[in-house]
């Protein structure tokens, strides 16, 4: 069983990625244009960057845990094939998500009196985007991350607080530190309901894939939308 101190160092390399991953890009990113490389290209080493530097954290992480503990139990996370029927849980719950999240950030807008800062998310700004560059995004935001995300916040956070605190509070918990964990003010509130959501999927279904898929169809959606609306 994980101790306190391991999920310590868990927490800490989970948000230690996201203070490290925008200064490190932003240098690639001054580099590149001086050397003339083109948006498009940028984009992709961009979305390499970030994966490359998002995947070798987790891992680094769970490699120290798992020395600690001489394994991590995957069982336990939640890593087991879902019964039948409850991929589709996940995939009605990602979309339905999206509807829900909608309604909350037109209702925070509302209350401040403007439009919400979006993170920094490259769609098509400044370039054409073509097919491989698309199929590199929608890769990473539809499978890697969710599947990251969903393995750390659900299967081992939530997992552990769960362990140790009732069900309720855990999985508040566990959707408040997945929303500050995304370092955006403005959509704190529809981040913990989306993460109430994913954990509600995780102890409704027993498996970690129905809300690997329905934070996948989620980011899917997003993206999707990015790209038509920006023509």
């Known amino acids: ?5 391991d999920m310590a160092i868990l927490v800490g390399i989970a948000f230690a990625v996201v203070l490290v991953v925008e200064p490190v890009w932003s240098f690639l990113r001054v580099v ?12 992709m080493a961009g979305q390499l960057t970030f994966t490359a530097l998002f995947a070798a954290a987790f891992v ?26 409850m991929l589709a849980i996940g995939l009605v719950s990602g979309l339905a998500s999206y509807a829900v999240i ?28 073509t097919w491989y560059s698309v199929a590199l995004s929608l890769a990473v935001s539809t499978a890697i991350v969710p599947f990251i995300e969903e393995f750390f916040f659900r299967g081992v956070l939530f997992g552990w607080l769960k362990e140790h605190v009732p069900v309720i509070p855990a999985l508040v ?8 964990y995304h370092e955006n003010l403005d959509y704190l ?30 980011n899917l959606v997003i993206d999707l939308y990015g790209y038509l609306s920006t023509g």
Do not use: C
């Not at 001086?34 to 940028?42: C, I, L, R, S, W």
């Not at 918990?173 to 500050?180: G, P, R, V």
């Open 173 to 180: 918990l566990s959707a408040l530190a997945f929303s500050a």
């Open 1 to 5: 069983m994980l101790t306190a101190l």
């Open 32 to 43: 590149l244009e001086t050397v003339g490389v083109g948006k498009t290209a940028q984009h």
């Open 189 to 218: 509130l529809s981040l913990f309901v989306f993460g109430l959501v994913l954990g509600w999927v995780y102890l409704r279904t027993k498996s970690l894939w129905p809300a690997v898929i329905a934070h996948g169809t989620y």
């Open 102 to 129: 909608g309604l909350v950030d037109g209702a925070v807008s509302t209350s401040l009196g403007r439009a919400l800062m979006d993170n920094p998310r490259v769609f098509a700004e400044g370039f054409t985007p």
């Open 60 to 85: 680094g992480a769970f490699q120290v845990v798992g020395r600690r503990r001489r394994g991590v139990p995957l069982k336990r996370i939640g890593l087991v094939k879902p019964k039948r029927g």
